[in-house]
């Protein structure tokens, strides 16, 4: 899909849940809503949007479209490094089943295969930022990981790191050592999961890198399918995912423009607010300030020739 139909297909309010299509809702998350279709799952991407494990009660026109694409391109580029859980020739797929009563679901849809996600969250990281920033001023280490003791935020690391996390029984992340990761998964899958997760993060650092944005981390998941084979599953390489900064002004030390969802929570830092349920109402500006970072993310990386 190009940019110009993209756009075109943007709504002026945002699509807060999905309601009388003709499938079973099996699961409601924070952004997205999924329907079984026996061998298949169909996710929808709403325009809802959270911060901080809260989904805000107001969401951001168009958001779902946006990160459906993104990461529908980007799966065409990782699907060249791992399986992906998409189905085969996924456009006809998802136009034969939506048809014309359901079409305006597409662009923000994925038809996939029904696979068993791993019980981790695989982060890559290329860069001294977010959590990883605390927990380096407190060790000069990241999850067991040594660093040099003269790093400064938002500096470049040595190398990409893996660094998982497991999600606790109230769904939020924990991070795990790469010893406690093997353990979960066992050494081989373990092998695969990080092997991969570098192998893709060193590809869409060089892409984005291409179009002047910085792929700081981000996170992947991963799937088996009945015989045990590892697909990319979820979401990949997204604004919702991942930290992109522009590298023009990149500068460590310092805090970093980003087009991805820091913007929220930056914002939400200046308030009151205990980061429980109910979030606050996020304010018009905030909200155009976030479709327009996520529309020019799209933007370049589908500038970049196939």
Same mark, same amino acid.
């Given at each position: ?180 990761? =093997?353990?979960? #998964?066992?050494? &081989?899958?373990?092998?695969? *999961?990080?092997?991969?997760? $570098?192998?893709?993060? /060193? ?75 109910? =979030?606050?109402? #996020?304010?018009? &500006?905030?909200?155009?300030? *976030?479709?327009?970072?996520? $529309?020019?993310?799209? /933007? ?7």
């Amino acid at each position: 899909m190009d940019i110009a139909t993209i756009r075109a297909q943007l709504p002026e309010t945002a699509l807060m849940s999905v309601a009388d299509l003709p499938f079973p809702k099996i699961a409601t998350g924070k952004v997205r809503e999924i329907f079984d279709l026996g061998d298949y799952l169909l996710i929808i991407a709403t325009d809802r949007i959270s911060a901080f494990d809260v989904v805000m009660p107001n969401g951001v026109p168009g958001k779902g479209i946006l990160l459906t694409q993104i990461s529908l391109w980007w799966f065409a580029r990782a699907a060249s490094i791992v399986a992906t859980h998409l189905v085969p020739n996924h456009a006809a797929a998802l136009r034969d089943l939506l048809g014309a009563a359901y079409a305006d679901f597409a662009p923000r849809s994925m038809l996939v295969r029904k696979l068993k996600a791993l019980p981790v969250e695989a982060i890559a990281r290329g860069y001294l930022a977010g959590s990883a920033w605390k927990e380096y001023q407190r060790s000069h280490a990241i999850v067991g990981h040594p660093l040099p003791a003269n790093l400064l935020e938002n500096s470049r690391l040595p190398s990409p790191l893996f660094t998982p996390s497991t999600k606790t029984a109230l769904g939020h992340d924990e991070n795990i050592t790469e010893a406690q990761c =093997a353990e979960i #998964l066992g050494r &081989d899958t373990f092998d695969f *999961v990080k092997n991969t997760s $570098l192998a893709l993060y /060193e590809m869409g650092a060089r892409t984005a890198a291409k179009v002047g944005l910085i792929l700081a981390d981000t996170k992947f998941e991963f799937g088996t399918d009945a015989t045990g084979a590892i697909h990319l599953i979820d979401e990949v390489l997204t604004p919702d995912s991942s930290r992109y900064w522009p590298l023009a002004s990149h500068a460590p030390g310092q805090a970093q423009p980003s087009f991805d969802k820091q913007f929220v929570r930056d914002w939400l830092e200046t308030l009151s607010w205990n980061k429980k349920p109910p =979030a606050p109402l #996020l304010p018009p &500006d905030v909200i155009t300030r *976030v479709q327009e970072l996520y $529309l020019v993310a799209l /933007e370049r990386l589908f500038a970049i020739p196939d």
